[in-house]
């Protein structure tokens, strides 16, 4: 006499594809999550270029200058209006420093009423913002890469998530155009 014993549990096979299923949704749900970082990362750049650009819009309407003494609504023939990062670029001022004129003043901006900012925040990639009198940008306000083109323009910006510096104007730059 068989006596026919019914098997319970799962085979080998079942097994790999509920494996294979469960690491397909895995990856898709990290990959998910990656882009929502890394565009949570450029609106808050994004928005933090707004909130400086305003802070900078105060200090011209008090002073008739923007940070380092450029002429409110022009554009600066050099890069001596700029303030970069001290890390990426080596540069002498920061938007942080006094001599910017938004968190505090070195005396040269008559009329100074700041605060205009409590303080700068950092880019969500942990540099400092940056002010260019001097940037170059295609028609549409989006860095220009050297492509030919390229209008002098005055912004507020991050160099994004690669930190590439000073005048190299990469399309991963977060930029808000102030004049142009």
């Given at each position: 006499m068989?006596?026919?014993?019914?098997?319970?549990?799962?085979t080998l096979i079942e097994l790999l594809a509920?494996?294979?299923?469960?690491?397909?949704?895995?990856?898709?749900?990290?990959?998910?999550?990656?882009?929502?970082?890394?565009?949570?990362?450029?609106?808050?750049?994004?928005?933090?270029?707004?909130?400086?650009?305003?802070?900078?819009?105060?200090?011209?309407?008090?002073?008739?200058?923007?940070?380092?003494?450029?002429?409110?609504?022009?554009?600066?023939?050099?890069?001596?209006?700029?303030?970069?990062?001290?890390?990426?670029?080596?540069c002498l001022h920061a938007l942080s420093d006094n001599e910017a004129g938004l968190i505090g003043t070195d005396g040269s901006y008559i009329g100074w009423d700041g605060l205009y900012m409590p303080s700068l925040p950092n880019d969500p990639w942990g540099e400092q913002y940056f002010f260019d009198g001097n940037y170059q940008v295609k028609s549409d306000n989006t860095p220009c890469a050297g492509a030919g083109g390229c209008l002098p323009a005055v912004v507020v910006g991050s160099y994004g998530p690669n930190k590439q510096g000073h005048n190299s104007y990469e399309e991963d730059d977060i930029i808000f155009v102030l004049y142009k």
């Open positions: 068989v006596i026919n014993k019914k098997q319970s549990g799962f509920v494996i294979g299923i469960i690491t397909v949704l895995s990856t898709l749900g990290i990959v998910a999550a990656r882009y929502a970082l890394n565009n949570a990362k450029d609106k808050k750049a994004g928005y933090d270029c707004v909130a400086i650009a305003r802070a900078i819009q105060f200090l011209g309407n008090d002073t008739g200058s923007w940070p380092g003494g450029l002429d409110v609504n022009s554009v600066a023939a050099d890069d001596s209006a700029d303030f970069c990062v001290y890390t990426v670029d080596n």
